[in-house]
């Protein structure tokens, strides 16, 4: 939950916006959206706001605002009072270890805003790679219940005539072997790697914060899906989602679970390569794989 939530807030900005055209947005808590002691708005801030013609930017007066309860602990696709929490130490805050997905949800195509700085660097940085270039992601945070096998994208590298560019925060990273290695220290630096490749690629990845990126850009994207979400709720349609369901509801754990690492094993190589020849045809009609096991 981060950066790919605050994505899908910039969709509900932008409708929100349209329906009140002199206002700006603020995410907010609506019924306490202030410090009492300073009367300074309490306002969630994320990066991926900035430039964004819908949103106040800091600094930026308005009169009219529209409050939208959009922020870490109130997220819309989260039923909060079906998730399960636990309680570390003698602490007695909670963490959430099994989100349940409000499954009406369906996620909102978001919007990103770049400067001319930030697109001139990241075309410096792509400058010369031949198309098609796959910008492809196989890292997951957590507990690796969104994580495919790191053998196989190692394969599909292989077995593939993209060119493939792996972004990382720094040099520490895993990185897979035949890849164009592209540092990008902020969140933005690669979603601006993602804007350029628009007309010259596609990105490849599993459910996260660069998928809802490659949405909101409008770049063609193959996502790989385990157990622990769905695309139905999180995922978009005119992206090829790769996910072999497992029985019952998305997990939702955010600690090891087996349904997720089986359901992953169940996505083979050769499935990405189709998709990938799918993106490559320009044939982006839905999904390319959402079956029963």
Excluded at 26 to 42: C, T
Excluded at 99 to 115: H, K, M, V
Excluded at 204 to 225: N, R, S, Y
Aim: hydrophobic fraction near 40%; charged fraction near 25%; aromatic fraction near 8%.
């Amino acid at each position: 939950m981060g950066y790919g939530d605050d994505i899908m807030a910039t969709g509900d900005a932008k409708t929100a916006r349209a329906e009140h055209p002199n206002a700006k947005v603020v995410f907010a808590d609506p019924d306490n959206p202030f410090h009492n002691e300073k009367g300074k708005a309490r306002l969630h801030w994320s990066i991926v706001y900035e430039n964004n013609p819908n949103i106040l930017q800091p600094g930026e007066d308005a009169e009219d605002l529209l409050v939208i309860p959009i922020f870490p602990g109130s997220r819309p696709y989260i039923n909060y009072e079906k998730s399960r929490y636990a309680t570390l130490g003698d602490s007695s805050d909670k963490i959430p270890i099994k989100i349940a997905y409000n499954r009406d949800f369906q996620a909102p195509r978001g919007e990103l805003y770049f400067t001319a700085d930030e697109i001139a660097k990241a075309e410096e940085a792509v400058a010369g790679l031949k198309p098609p270039i796959a910008v492809i992601e196989p890292l997951t945070k957590g507990a690796n219940n969104k994580a495919w096998i790191w053998e196989r994208w190692q394969e599909v590298v292989e077995q593939s005539d993209c060119t493939f560019v792996q972004l990382g925060a720094d040099d520490d990273i895993p990185w897979l072997d035949g890849v164009q290695k592209i540092v990008t220290p902020s969140f933005r630096e690669a979603c601006a790697i993602l804007a350029v490749c628009k007309n010259t690629g596609f990105f490849l990845g599993t459910d996260g914060g660069l998928h809802h990126a490659a949405a909101a850009i409008g770049l063609p994207a193959i996502v790989l899906w385990s157990h622990y979400s769905h695309p139905d709720n999180l995922g978009y349609e005119d992206h090829v989602n790769i996910r072999w369901d497992a029985a019952g509801s998305p997990c939702g754990l955010r600690e090891p679970c087996i349904q997720c690492q089986r359901s992953m094993e169940m996505i083979k190589v050769n499935d990405v390569l189709v998709a990938i020849g799918i993106v490559k045809g320009n044939n982006l009609k839905g999904s390319a794989r959402q079956t029963s096991a």
